[in-house]
């Protein structure tokens, strides 16, 4: 069975690329919908993904979706020939408007939905390596990129060290933005310190250990791109196909500003 969590990083991500710049041209709220649903769906079906962290990460973005469309619904342009769909005082929304806000909102959810999948069905390691083994990146930045990553934790429990020295110590609690700036002070230069003896010694640790950033060398991940990735990108593209297809059989597939 097809599982997200085992196919390539860098198909995947280009997947979402790939869906976004079309999903971009289509001017009409049944498109996004549809294909909404198709990555609710693939993601349920596909993905281990609890409902919780729908419901978690999903909000935010909802907010956002909304605040468009209720911009764009009040503000937009129209037609003469547009019908008003709900006119109080000097609000009034048209038909036009409307369906340009909830294009353009559903078109947020679209968006953030298909990158869910990506964030919550990837390792960002696998990522930097299939970066360099498809997408050619310098092994220098792509190492340069994981150190960096694995430094927040470490970074993370010395900053929460320092706090509770602070507090051992009698340090009041700052009270004002002037104070908490000048606390933060306290904290920024002894982390930085921390992270340019940490680099160092990854990079002292990595230079004896023969790494020269040449392309030509092996991995301990070797992540290929194999049938299930070419049948992922398939599934996807069907469901634009589909979003597409239904939107145009209902007489509302707009792209741009062309009806078709």
Same mark, same amino acid.
């Given at each position: ?5 085992q $196919? ?10 790939v869906c976004?710049?079309v999903?971009a041209?289509? +001017?009409?709220p049944w498109?996004?919908l549809?294909? $909404?649903?198709w990555t #609710?769906g693939?993601g349920?079906?596909?993905?281990r993904?609890h ?13 956002f979706?909304?605040g468009y ?5 009040l503000?937009?342009g ?7 769909w709900?006119? #109080?005082?000097w609000?009034?929304? !048209?038909?036009e408007g409307?369906d340009?806000?909830l294009?353009?909102g559903?078109?947020v ?10 964030v ?8 930097i ?6 997408c050619k990146?310098p092994?220098?930045l ?16 010395e ?13 009041d609690?700052?009270k004002?933005?002037r104070?908490r700036a000048?606390r $933060?002070g306290r904290?920024?230069?002894?982390? @930085?310190a921390?992270?340019?003896r ?5 990079a002292m640790?990595m230079?004896?250990k023969?790494?020269t ?6 991995y301990y991940?070797?992540?290929?791109? !194999?049938g299930?990735?070419?049948? +992922?990108?398939?599934w996807m593209?069907?469901? @634009?196909?589909?979003?597409? !297809? ?5 007489? !509302?597939?707009t $792209?741009?500003?062309?009806?078709l």
């Amino acid at each position: 069975m097809l599982r997200l969590e085992q $196919l390539n990083p860098a198909v995947k991500a280009a997947t979402i690329v790939v869906c976004v710049l079309v999903l971009a041209l289509f +001017y009409d709220p049944w498109t996004p919908l549809l294909f $909404l649903a198709w990555t #609710w769906g693939t993601g349920m079906l596909f993905g281990r993904i609890h409902w919780k962290k729908w419901v978690l990460f999903f909000p935010p973005f909802l907010l956002f979706a909304f605040g468009y469309f209720w911009t764009v619904a009040l503000f937009a342009g129209a037609s003469e020939t547009s019908s008003v769909w709900w006119e #109080w005082g000097w609000i009034r929304i !048209t038909q036009e408007g409307l369906d340009k806000g909830l294009s353009l909102g559903l078109r947020v959810l679209a968006f953030a939905s298909i990158s869910f999948i990506f964030v919550f069905t990837t390792d960002p390691v696998h990522f930097i390596y299939s970066l360099m083994r498809q997408c050619k990146l310098p092994p220098k930045l792509a190492y340069g990129i994981l150190a960096g990553f694995r430094f927040m934790p470490s970074l993370r429990e010395e900053f929460a060290i320092m706090k509770k020295a602070h507090m051992i110590r009698g340090v009041d609690r700052a009270k004002g933005w002037r104070e908490r700036a000048k606390r $933060l002070g306290r904290y920024v230069i002894p982390l @930085l310190a921390a992270a340019i003896r940490k680099a160092e010694r990854t990079a002292m640790a990595m230079e004896s250990k023969g790494f020269t950033g040449d392309r030509n060398r092996t991995y301990y991940y070797d992540m290929k791109v !194999t049938g299930k990735d070419g049948m +992922y990108v398939a599934w996807m593209l069907v469901g @634009l196909i589909i979003s597409v !297809t239904v939107s145009w059989k209902l007489g !509302t597939l707009t $792209l741009y500003r062309i009806q078709l």
